[in-house]
């Protein structure tokens, strides 16, 4: 398509801010749009994010709580509308699409595209993206981890029109709709993101009549051409060099076990950055495979983290070259299954942190908690005018120990900053389901001089249900989050289930689809913190003990895993004491062991975690070594896999 641009000269300054400031204005008010309007308790979460495109397709501006990982995509779904349905826009049409192969995210996130006109001139596109709750295919929400195509995960929505010159298409929504399991919910989203699209036209079209086309347009360039301009400022001041790490997958679920490599290396030259995923493991058979756009955004959201100052626009990516072999885990082709992307976009996005942190040490972090989903579908027996129940639900958790700071609790994953953490009366409201437990997680930090944040623990009951089956969608059960600069890792992921009547908890891990669930049922599980930053026995021994006091840390672990010797006083008044003179003695003991602990028969941690001598922390904190947390039984691989980085990360920093 040839870019519709008028001559007019270089905007002004003061006309380049308002413009700028404007268009971001605009996508922010799009969202106010979709959270007033939207159906399904999903999007009203901030499972969505919005953007205004110029004329190409590139992304102008992006709001200021869209999440993460849609940042990279936008501008690939506009651009396949375009290809699509070039020569044949007219005002008023609104198109839709969801396709990962075309450079987007999963099934689930929905965009609507509407072309904008200023009179009979296209001047850009407005987008907005939301997470519907199901898409159809095998089991309720469209996340079966089993699935190993794209036939089981849901409707793939290649390019279509959803209004046509203002018209609703309802055959085609209502097409849509009817394969999903909510539709009266699509359709009220549908019109709701509908909508937000039209906000931004209409705000577009108030600027275009007060600065005119022309310098509205220039204004949609130059902030491109801007935010370009400082990122290769910065990366022209870096030295050049490159850095290599590695993250991984937890498995592989039609193979044996050993953890599933994802391998970076990231080379500045210049004013230009490439990050090259060579080496990294060829697709698996699960869902939890990434297209090229879906790592693409993964690379854009993870270097983001370290500009934080800039707006984000297509000026952003000009400057990025990715390089992803094919059929490989991060760059995988129809129709291979990818709705599990999410593992590993936050896998390359904390492998990004690793990287830069060696580059700006002052802004340096720690792994991050890797984002999960509990899904659950069925009839729900209270309400015989909403039948089926869809019941989808993330919990927030600890970011990574920082250099100076530690971690951040409490909070929504790396994958989707902008999502709301979930209120357990709006669940509870929708969902036949009832909270009984929901608080921080003790002793789920990662231990460093600066601690992760610390995760939650969540145990709910399943109410008046029938026909009801579970997903749960996680990682980091046994690729478990890790510190640096000599810290410590923080806890396993995993779901336990007690059924209605049983005093027994099952362990279910963090990977299972159509689960059968019944009413009474109750299911827990915890969030991972952060990992740690730097040797936990250099943390000082009063921020330990402010932990204990506070319930992140337990008096047990902060002796096993800080060498801090804390007598309680009295619990009820918050009053404990620090044994100075136990706890120097203490540190210099894990000072004389804690290597051997780190390279000790794997076979004899698992056989003493068997007996009971140690736990799940003791076995990864301090002998790195991987179980099958049930039966305590050794994975020798994916062991040798972790302890190769707890070497590197944790061990080489100890004095």
Same mark, same amino acid.
């Given at each position: 398509?040839?870019k519709?641009?008028?001559?007019?000269?270089?905007?002004?300054?003061?006309?380049?801010?308002?413009?700028?400031?404007?268009f971001?204005?605009?996508?922010?008010?799009?969202?106010?749009?979709?959270?007033r309007?939207?159906?399904?308790?999903?999007?009203?979460?901030?499972?969505?994010?919005?953007?205004?495109?110029?004329?190409?397709?590139n992304?102008?501006a992006?709001?200021?709580?869209?999440?993460?990982?849609?940042?990279?995509?936008?501008?690939?779904?506009?651009?396949?509308?375009?290809?699509v349905?070039?020569?044949?826009m007219?005002?008023?049409?609104?198109?839709?699409?969801?396709?990962?192969?075309?450079?987007?995210?999963?099934f /689930?996130?929905?965009?609507?595209?509407?072309?904008i006109?200023?009179?009979?001139?296209?001047?850009?596109? /407005?987008?907005?993206?939301?997470?519907?709750?199901?898409?159809?295919?095998?089991?309720?929400?469209?996340?079966?981890?089993?699935?190993?195509?794209?036939?089981?995960?849901?409707?793939?929505?290649?390019?279509?029109?959803?209004?046509q010159?203002?018209?609703?298409?309802?055959?085609?929504?209502?097409?849509?709709? *009817?394969?999903?399991?909510d539709?009266?919910?699509?359709?009220?989203?549908?019109?709701?993101q509908?909508?937000?699209?039209?906000?931004a036209?209409?705000?577009l079209?108030?600027?275009?009549?007060?600065?005119?086309?022309?310098q509205v347009?220039?204004?949609?360039?130059?902030?491109?051409?801007?935010?370009?301009?400082?990122?290769?400022?910065? =990366?022209a001041?870096?030295?050049?060099?490159t850095?290599?790490?590695?993250?991984?997958i937890?498995?592989? =679920?039609?193979?044996?076990?050993?953890?599933?490599?994802?391998?970076?290396?990231?080379?500045?030259?210049?004013?230009?950055?490439?990050?090259?995923?060579?080496?990294?493991h060829?697709?698996?058979?699960s869902?939890?495979?990434?297209?090229?756009?879906?790592?693409?955004?993964?690379?854009?959201?993870g270097?983001?983290?370290?500009?934080?100052?800039?707006?984000?626009?297509s000026?952003?990516?000009?400057?990025?070259?990715?390089?992803?072999?094919?059929?490989?885990?991060v760059?995988?082709?129809?129709?291979?299954?990818?709705?599990?992307?999410?593992?590993?976009?936050?896998?390359?996005?904390?492998?990004?942190?690793?990287?830069?942190?060696?580059?700006?040490?002052?802004?340096?972090?720690?792994?991050?908690?890797?984002?999960?989903?509990?899904?659950?579908g069925?009839?729900?027996?209270?309400?015989?005018e909403?039948?089926?129940?869809?019941?989808?639900? #993330?919990?927030?958790?600890?970011?990574?120990?920082?250099?100076?700071?530690?971690g951040?609790?409490?909070?929504?994953?790396?994958?989707?900053?902008?999502?709301?953490?979930q209120?357990?009366?709006?669940?509870?409201? %929708?969902?036949?389901?009832?909270?009984?437990?929901?608080?921080?997680?003790?002793?789920?930090a990662?231990?460093?001089?600066?601690?992760?944040?610390?995760?939650?623990?969540?145990?709910?009951?399943?109410?008046?249900?029938?026909?009801?089956?579970?997903?749960?969608?996680?990682?980091?059960?046994?690729? %478990?989050?890790?510190?640096?600069?000599?810290?410590?890792?923080?806890?396993?992921?995993? =779901?336990?289930?007690?059924? *209605?009547?049983?005093?027994?908890?099952?362990?279910?891990?963090? %990977?299972?689809?159509?689960?059968?669930?019944?009413?009474?049922?109750?299911?827990?599980?915890?969030?991972?913190?952060?990992?740690?930053?730097?040797?936990?026995l250099?943390?000082?021994?009063?921020?330990?003990m402010?932990?204990?006091?506070?319930?992140?840390?337990?008096?047990?672990? *902060?002796?096993?895993?800080?060498?801090? %010797?804390?007598?309680e006083?009295d619990?009820?008044?918050?009053?404990?004491e620090?044994?100075?003179?136990?706890?120097?003695?203490?540190?210099?003991?894990?000072?004389?062991?804690?290597?051997?602990w780190?390279?000790?028969?794997?076979?004899?941690?698992?056989?003493?975690?068997?007996?009971?001598?140690?736990?799940?922390?003791?076995?990864?904190?301090?002998?790195?070594?991987? =179980?099958? #947390?049930?039966?305590?039984?050794?994975?020798?691989?994916t062991?040798?896999?972790?302890?190769? /980085?707890?070497?590197?990360?944790?061990?080489s920093?100890?004095?």
């Amino acid at each position: 398509m040839t870019k519709l641009i008028e001559t007019s000269p270089g905007l002004d300054p003061v006309t380049f801010e308002v413009l700028k400031n404007s268009f971001i204005t605009t996508v922010d008010q799009m969202a106010e749009q979709m959270l007033r309007t939207c159906y399904s308790f999903v999007i009203y979460n901030r499972d969505f994010s919005n953007a205004l495109h110029d004329a190409d397709g590139n992304s102008v501006a992006q709001g200021n709580y869209d999440i993460a990982v849609h940042v990279g995509t936008l501008h690939n779904t506009c651009k396949e509308v375009i290809r699509v349905f070039e020569g044949d826009m007219a005002p008023g049409d609104v198109y839709a699409i969801n396709d990962p192969y075309a450079g987007g995210t999963h099934f /689930s996130d929905v965009r609507l595209v509407r072309p904008i006109f200023d009179e009979d001139k296209l001047i850009g596109f /407005s987008q907005s993206n939301g997470h519907w709750s199901d898409l159809g295919g095998s089991v309720p929400g469209s996340f079966d981890v089993t699935a190993r195509d794209m036939f089981r995960e849901g409707l793939r929505i290649t390019p279509l029109r959803l209004f046509q010159r203002g018209r609703f298409c309802s055959d085609v929504a209502n097409m849509i709709a *009817a394969n999903t399991r909510d539709p009266a919910s699509i359709i009220g989203d549908i019109h709701s993101q509908a909508q937000a699209t039209q906000a931004a036209e209409r705000e577009l079209l108030r600027l275009v009549k007060k600065y005119g086309r022309g310098q509205v347009m220039r204004g949609m360039e130059e902030v491109q051409d801007y935010v370009e301009r400082a990122v290769r400022k910065r =990366l022209a001041e870096l030295p050049d060099g490159t850095w290599e790490t590695v993250d991984y997958i937890d498995r592989d =679920l039609g193979a044996g076990e050993g953890m599933i490599p994802i391998r970076i290396k990231m080379t500045i030259k210049g004013d230009t950055i490439h990050y090259d995923f060579t080496g990294s493991h060829s697709t698996i058979a699960s869902m939890y495979n990434s297209a090229p756009g879906a790592t693409f955004s993964a690379v854009v959201a993870g270097m983001k983290t370290f500009f934080p100052d800039l707006p984000l626009n297509s000026g952003f990516y000009r400057m990025i070259e990715v390089t992803a072999p094919k059929n490989s885990v991060v760059s995988a082709e129809w129709p291979v299954a990818v709705t599990g992307f999410l593992m590993p976009f936050e896998k390359i996005m904390n492998a990004i942190f690793e990287m830069w942190s060696k580059i700006m040490p002052e802004r340096a972090i720690a792994c991050a908690f890797n984002l999960e989903y509990l899904l659950a579908g069925g009839r729900d027996a209270r309400k015989p005018e909403k039948p089926i129940f869809m019941f989808y639900e #993330w919990l927030p958790g600890g970011w990574g120990g920082r250099n100076g700071k530690d971690g951040a609790d409490v909070t929504t994953a790396c994958f989707g900053t902008g999502l709301m953490s979930q209120p357990n009366e709006g669940n509870e409201r %929708v969902n036949p389901t009832r909270t009984i437990e929901f608080q921080i997680k003790q002793d789920s930090a990662g231990p460093g001089k600066w601690r992760g944040g610390v995760g939650v623990q969540k145990t709910s009951l399943l109410l008046e249900a029938e026909n009801a089956v579970m997903s749960y969608i996680c990682d980091r059960e046994r690729a %478990v989050v890790w510190g640096v600069e000599g810290g410590l890792p923080s806890m396993p992921h995993g =779901l336990t289930m007690k059924r *209605a009547g049983e005093e027994t908890e099952i362990w279910l891990g963090s %990977v299972f689809s159509d689960y059968s669930v019944h009413t009474g049922d109750q299911f827990a599980r915890p969030t991972a913190g952060g990992g740690g930053f730097g040797d936990p026995l250099e943390r000082e021994p009063r921020k330990v003990m402010e932990d204990v006091i506070d319930d992140y840390v337990s008096l047990e672990r *902060a002796k096993i895993d800080y060498g801090v %010797v804390i007598r309680e006083i009295d619990r009820d008044l918050c009053q404990y004491e620090i044994d100075d003179m136990a706890t120097e003695a203490c540190r210099a003991d894990i000072r004389a062991k804690r290597k051997d602990w780190a390279r000790m028969d794997p076979e004899e941690v698992a056989r003493k975690y068997r007996s009971g001598e140690i736990d799940t922390l003791d076995a990864v904190r301090h002998y790195a070594v991987i =179980l099958d #947390w049930e039966t305590g039984e050794l994975l020798p691989k994916t062991t040798a896999q972790f302890r190769e /980085s707890f070497e590197k990360r944790t061990v080489s920093h100890w004095a």
